[in-house]
């Protein structure tokens, strides 16, 4: 039971071990949450490194033994031990973070009688397991874009927009302890060359080879002194073999001493390596927001991006950075021309951007929207 007077206890639901984009995002929630209101852990449901980072800003982390879906009796025991966890330990909410993660904590909430929240994260795809997912039950949906929160009310779910958010000041101490000389060291990268960086884990529909054909495009027509940096590795298993396909392709774009691939590297480098650059590019066909998008400009990095939904609300089109019509190569080509033409317009853009991101997507604002949303839903229990 919460003590008279003290915290809520709340639970976050994590399906996966590794960090990206939906786990960054409980991070920073989770690091800007007013601990004097409530105090929170994570069940994480299979082992990984995510423990360690949660563990860092003293959060209490619950680790369960992996498992598959498709397994359905040990996902029934899971379920019934995060309803366990969340008796002994006198949680009143769980928050599922990822649609799967709702068939967790929708379940472990409804058997223990507990609230439940549910950030999302994408719009599914028609399939069985889907309708099966969204007939759980939950008090709350917090959607990650209007694209994802149109689609939950269509479903007939309570849902709130929430923003995901940058955490400025931590990628300020991130870039202060990485300098370009440290990071063009570690990574062999030219100093003397203007950097442009792409920074997300290796799937297609990222659309790193996009940026290749637009960097060599972009060389072919003389732009020249510029470097490019693909940060980042294949994550939870997939797509493995696109890091072999992107180098392949360098080779042949006739552009393999451009390009570094980075592969995963520490925080602290991925906001070093944005800060250093004098572009960052986002060409993903598909994005709801784009971390990367948001940390950049928080950083005074200008974006060039593909106009997907969440770089379209991040950036302001000529004043913050440069959008394009997703898929169009040529127009990222030549959007990248443009902004390396005028260093001004890159300062000024800059500029623009990091007021706006730090001032419209910061994790203060995102903590308290999601409190608010804690407190909505606790007070009807």
Known sequence: MKPPGGPERIAWISCVGEKGGAETLMIECLRSLDRSRFHPSVIQLRPGPLETMLREIDVEVHVLETHRMREVHKVAGAIGRIASIARQNGIRLLHSNGFRAHAYGGLAAAAAGLAEVWTTHTVEQIHPSTTAILAIPTDHVLANCPRTRDYFLRAGKP???????????????????????????????????????????????????????ALASAIASGVREVHGIVVGGSLFGQESDYQRELRELAAGLGITRHVTFTGFVPDAHVAGLLAASTLVAHPALEEDFGLTVAEAQALGTPVVAYAAVGPAAIIEHGRTGWLVPVGDIEGMAAALRSALASGETLLQNGGAGKTRCRSEFGAESHARATEAIYRRVLGRL
């Open 159 to 213: 849902t709130t927009l929430v923003w995901p958010a940058v955490n400025g000041a931590v990628l300020d101490r991130h870039v202060a302890s990485t300098p370009r000389e440290l990071l063009a060291t570690q990574y062999g990268l030219p100093l003397g060359a203007r950097w442009i960086t792409v920074g997300a884990r290796l799937q297609r529909f990222k659309g790193q080879d996009q940026f290749l054909k």
